[in-house]
C-alpha cells in the first residue's frame, strides 16, 4: 500500500519538476469575450496568426528579469528551464489568446514541417524574437507569419510588429473586454509608440488646435 | 467685342496653364512607365544577325534581326513555347546559324505547401536559313551551365557540370535532341556526349564558376572541395591547377566588418578578377582584386539594385555590365567603364555608351547607348564606315531625346561636398518652374545617377524641376562622402538636402515659393522629417514607403544577422541609443508639423513595414493634422509593376499640384 501510495505520490509531483509542459491552449476572441479565468499576475496575450494551418509550433522561455518588458544596455539575456509551447496544427488565420504569467519571454524555436523534413529555425538571443506580458492586460505580441510558398527549400518566418496597424482592428473585435484588460503593446524591446499615442494630447497644443 | 475678348482669354489662359503643366496631358504616366521592351541583344560571329530579348504584353520573345535589314523574326515566344510562369536570359551565339539561351521554368509544387522550384535548361536553336522554316529548339537535359559558346567554333561549345568531381564538356549542338521530346531505347541523353572522349578538363570538388581569357582558354575556377573549403585556382595549359588563393568557409566572418570578396569574372591577367563583396549588407560594389599581390580596387557600384551578376561579353569575356535584382527581376545594367575614377564624375558624360557585343572580326559592333534625356537603345555600328542603325530599345514609345535640360552642381556642407543634379524642363515659354526635392532611397550606398531616369523626366513633363542630392552616405562618388553618412540618418543627410535646395531655389529658373519634396524608402523618410522642420522651405511632402519610426525599422524582423549588426553600426543602436533614434523618427515629431503630408504605403513591404504608415496616421490623427493617405494593396517595398507605379506617380503629382500652391 505504501509502495503504491509512494508511486502515485510520485507521478502527482514529477509534473510540477517537468520543463515542457504540455502546450498553452490557444483560445479564439469569443471564448475570452465570454469570460476565461485568468490568475493573479496573468496577462492575456493576443497573437495573430497567419501560418496557412501548417503543422508548425513555437517554443519559448522566461528570461529572467524582475518588472521588465526589456533589456537594458548590457544586460545578457538569460532564461528559464522550462519551455512553454505553442501549437498551429490546423489554426486558421486569425487573432488568437494565451495566457501567461507577467514576464519577459524569448521565442527560442520555430518548428516548420517541409513535407516529410522537420525545419527548424533557432531564434535564441534574436531579440524581435522577444515578447513581454503585462498582468491584467491585453498584450498584443503581434503578427506571427509563416509563408506557405517554399522557395529552393526556405520558409520565411516573421514575428512582425504590427499594433498601429491592427489596433482599429483589435479594438473593435474585442471591445467588450478592453475596459478590464486593456490593450497594450507586448514587443519585448523597448517601444514607445503605443503609450506615447496613449497619452494625452498637452494643454498647449489643445490651445494651438483651438 | 466683350463675348470675343472672353473667347481670347479663355484661350489665352488654356495656353498658359497647358505650359505651366509642360507639353504632356494628364494620363501620360503610361509614357514614362511602362515595362522595359528590349532588355539584350547580341551579335553573331559573323555579324549576319542579331538576337535580342523583348518584353511584349504576351510575355518575352526572342527575336532575330538581320544585317541585310530583313524584317526581324520571332524566334521564341514564351507564351506559345510553355503554359508555365517562365522566363529567358543570357543568350549566346554557338554559331552563326545556332543560338543558346538560358530557360527557366517556374514549377509550382503540391497544393497546401508550395514547394516551387525552378526548373532551369540551356535551350539550343537552330536557325533555318530559310526565313519561312520552323526553327529547330533543342535542350541539354544534364544539369550544368554554358561556359563558353566558342563561337567561332561550328557546332561545338563547352558546358560544365558539377559535382564530387566538375567537368567541362565540349558538346555539339548537332547531337542534341528537341526540347523535351520523349527518348527512345535507341537515343541518349542529350546524344550521350557526356563522357570521357569529350572531357575538356577535369577538378576534384564542386566547381562553382570557370573562367576564360578572351581567347577563349580556360585560365581559372573557382571551386568547393569535400572540406568545404572554396578554392581560386589558375587552369595551365596542361590543364594543371595552380591554387591562387583559398577560403576557410567554415571561420567566414559574417559580422559584415570584413570584405568578403569572391570572384565573378576574370579581369585583364590570370591573377586579377572582378570581384563582389558577399559581406556587403547589400551586394552593390564590384572590386578588382589581384589575389597574387593581395591588392583590391572599387571600380563600380550600383546606384539603386543589388548586384547577382556581371554580364561578359560572349566574344570577348570583357565584362560590360553588372545584373541586378530589382522587384524580384534580373535587369540587364551596362556600363561604359569599370573604373569608378571615370564613372559619374562630375566632368563625365551625360550619356552612356557601352560595347556589348562584337563580331570576330571587330567588323560590327553592337553598342547600348543611354543619356539622361532619352532611354537606351542597342545601335549597331559598323566599325569601318562608322554608320549607325537602331536595333531596339528599351522604351520604344520615346522615340527622340526629351527636350528637358539636366545641370550638375554642388553644395559645401560641414566642409564636405554634395553633389546634385537639377532637372529643368525645357519649356520655353516658362521661366520659373515649381521644384520638386527628390532624396533617394538607402541611404548608405545608392546614388542618383546622370543617365536617364523615367521618374525624373515624368515629373519634368509634368512641368516640375526636380532637385536629387547625393547627400553623404551616397555611393558613386568618393569614399569620404559615403562614409560620411555613418550615423547621420536623422542629422546632416537631412542638412545637405537642406542646403543644397536652399542653393538651388536662389536660382532665376526655380520659383523658390513652389517647393515640395517626394521620396521612398529612405527618401520618404527624409520628405517627412524635412516637412516637419522645415515648413519655410517645404510647401509640401510625399512619402512613399517611407520610414517613421526609426526604432522601428531597427528592430524590423526582416533584416539578416549581418544587416542587423550593418543597421547598429550605421544608423543606431537600439537599446543604447534609444532616445536620439527616437528623436530622429516623424512619428515623434508630427505635432510640429506644419505642412500637409501624403504618405503612401504598400501593405507586404518586407523592407520598411506597413506599420511605419500607420503609426504616422495615428499620430497625424491624434494631433489633428493636414494629411492624405493611400495603402497600395499587395504590393511591397517598390512598385512591382507598372501600373503601380503610374498610380504613385500620378497621386503624388495630383498632391503636389495641389498644395504647392498654399503658401
Known sequence: MKYWLFILGLGATLPAFSKTPPPLKLYPPDSVIQGVPIKKHEGLVLLELDVDGTASSIEFSRVRVKDQSYLKPNQNLQTAPMTYTLNFMDKPAGFYFFKLPKGLYQVKRIKVPYFNLPFKLDTNNRRTWRFSVDSDQVNFIGRLEIEKERVERSVRVDLINRIATKQSEIEQLIAPILKEFPLRNGVGVRDDFFSDLNKKVEASHETKLQ | ?663
Request: charged share 25%; net charge neutral; aromatic share 10%.
Open chain 2, 1 to 663: 467685342m466683350k463675348r470675343s475678348f472672353n473667347k481670347v482669354f479663355v484661350a489665352w489662359v488654356i495656353l498658359i496653364s497647358a505650359s505651366v503643366t509642360g507639353v504632356y496631358a494628364d494620363g501620360e504616366e503610361k509614357l514614362f512607365f511602362s515595362k522595359a521592351y528590349m532588355t539584350s541583344a547580341v551579335i553573331s560571329p559573323k555579324g549576319t544577325s542579331i538576337a535580342s530579348i523583348v518584353n511584349t504584353e504576351h510575355g518575352q520573345e526572342l527575336n532575330i534581326s538581320y544585317e541585310d535589314k530583313r524584317p526581324t523574326r520571332t524566334l521564341l515566344n514564351l507564351s506559345e513555347f510553355t503554359p508555365d510562369n517562365a522566363y529567358i536570359g543570357r543568350l549566346a551565339w554557338l554559331d552563326e546559324q545556332t543560338l543558346s539561351t538560358q530557360f527557366v521554368e517556374i514549377k509550382k509544387g503540391v497544393e497546401g505547401l508550395v514547394d516551387t522550384q525552378a526548373v532551369k535548361f540551356l535551350l539550343v536553336i537552330q536557325i533555318p536559313k530559310n526565313a519561312e522554316d520552323d526553327p529547330v529548339i533543342k535542350s541539354v537535359r544534364t544539369k550544368g551551365q554554358l561556359v563558353n559558346p566558342l563561337g567561332d567554333e561550328n557546332d561545338a561549345f563547352l558546358y560544365a557540370k558539377s559535382g564530387l568531381y566538375s567537368k567541362v564538356y565540349k558538346v555539339k549542338p548537332s547531337l542534341l535532341t528537341p526540347h523535351k521530346k520523349r527518348l527512345n531505347k535507341l537515343s541518349k541523353k542529350d546524344g550521350g556526349q557526356f563522357r570521357k572522349k569529350n572531357e575538356v578538363v577535369s577538378i576534384k570538388g564542386y566547381a562553382v564558376r570557370w573562367f576564360f581569357n578572351s581567347g577563349g582558354e580556360i585560365k581559372g575556377v573557382l571551386s568547393f572541395n569535400a572540406e568545404g573549403s572554396l578554392s581560386l585556382s589558375n587552369v595551365g595549359k596542361d590543364g594543371e591547377f595552380n591554387p591562387l588563393k583559398s577560403w576557410d568557409t567554415s571561420r567566414w566572418d559574417n559580422n559584415g566588418t570584413d570584405k568578403k570578396l569572391i570572384p565573378i569574372a576574370i579581369a585583364e591577367d590570370e591573377n586579377t578578377f572582378y570581384c563582389l563583396d558577399y559581406n556587403e549588407q547589400e551586394v552593390r560594389s564590384v572590386y578588382k582584386v589581384n589575389f597574387v599581390k593581395d591588392s583590391e580596387t572599387l571600380v563600380y557600384e550600383s546606384s539603386e539594385y543589388e548586384i547577382v551578376n556581371l554580364i561578359t561579353s560572349e566574344n570577348s569575356s570583357e565584362v560590360v555590365g553588372v545584373k541586378v535584382m530589382k522587384n524580384g527581376e534580373l535587369i540587364n545594367h551596362y556600363t561604359s567603364t569599370f573604373d569608378l575614377g571615370k564613372q559619374d564624375r562630375p566632368d563625365s558624360s551625360k550619356s552612356l555608351s557601352s560595347k556589348i557585343s562584337e563580331t570576330a572580326d571587330g567588323r560590327l559592333s553592337l553598342v547600348f547607348s543611354e543619356s539622361f534625356n532619352h532611354p537606351g537603345q542597342f545601335i549597331l555600328i559598323d566599325n569601318k564606315t562608322q554608320s549607325k542603325r537602331i536595333i531596339g530599345s528599351t522604351f520604344p514609345p520615346i522615340k527622340n531625346p526629351l527636350k528637358t535640360k539636366q545641370l550638375e552642381g554642388q553644395v559645401q556642407v560641414d566642409g564636405l561636398i554634395i553633389p546634385y543634379l537639377i532637372n529643368i524642363p525645357n519649356t520655353a515659354r516658362k521661366k520659373k518652374f515649381p521644384l520638386i526635392v527628390y532624396p533617394h532611397g538607402g541611404p548608405i550606398g545608392p546614388f542618383d545617377t546622370k543617365y536617364y531616369d523615367a521618374s525624373v523626366q515624368y515629373f519634368n513633363a509634368k512641368g516640375f524641376a526636380v532637385l536629387r542630392v547625393n547627400f553623404r552616405g551616397s555611393g558613386g562618388h568618393s569614399i569620404e562622402l559615403k562614409h560620411a553618412g555613418t550615423n547621420q540618418w536623422g542629422n546632416l543627410m537631412l542638412k545637405d538636402i537642406r542646403e543644397a535646395t536652399r542653393a538651388v531655389i536662389k536660382r532665376a529658373d526655380i520659383d523658390s515659393d513652389k517647393v515640395c519634396i517626394f521620396g521612398i524608402s529612405y527618401g520618404g523618410y527624409a520628405a517627412t522629417m524635412l516637412t516637419i522642420t522645415d515648413p519655410s522651405l517645404f510647401q509640401c511632402g510625399v512619402s512613399m514607403a517611407g520610414v517613421s519610426d526609426v526604432n522601428l525599422f531597427l528592430n524590423s524582423p526582416y533584416p539578416s544577422k549581418v544587416q542587423d549588426q550593418w543597421l547598429k553600426d550605421n544608423v543606431g543602436d537600439t537599446v543604447a541609443d534609444y532616445d536620439l533614434i527616437k528623436s530622429i523618427s516623424p512619428a515623434y515629431q508630427i505635432d510640429k508639423l506644419e505642412r500637409p503630408l501624403l504618405i503612401m504605403h504598400g501593405d507586404e513591404d518586407r523592407v520598411v513595414d506597413v506599420e511605419h504608415a500607420y503609426r504616422l496616421k495615428l499620430m497625424l490623427d491624434k494631433y489633428r493634422k493636414n494629411y492624405e493617405w493611400k495603402i497600395f494593396e499587395n504590393q511591397g517595398h517598390s512598385s512591382d509593376t507598372v501600373e503601380q507605379m503610374q498610380v504613385l506617380y500620378k497621386t503624388a503629382t495630383q498632391f503636389i499640384r495641389k498644395h504647392i500652391h498654399s503658401k
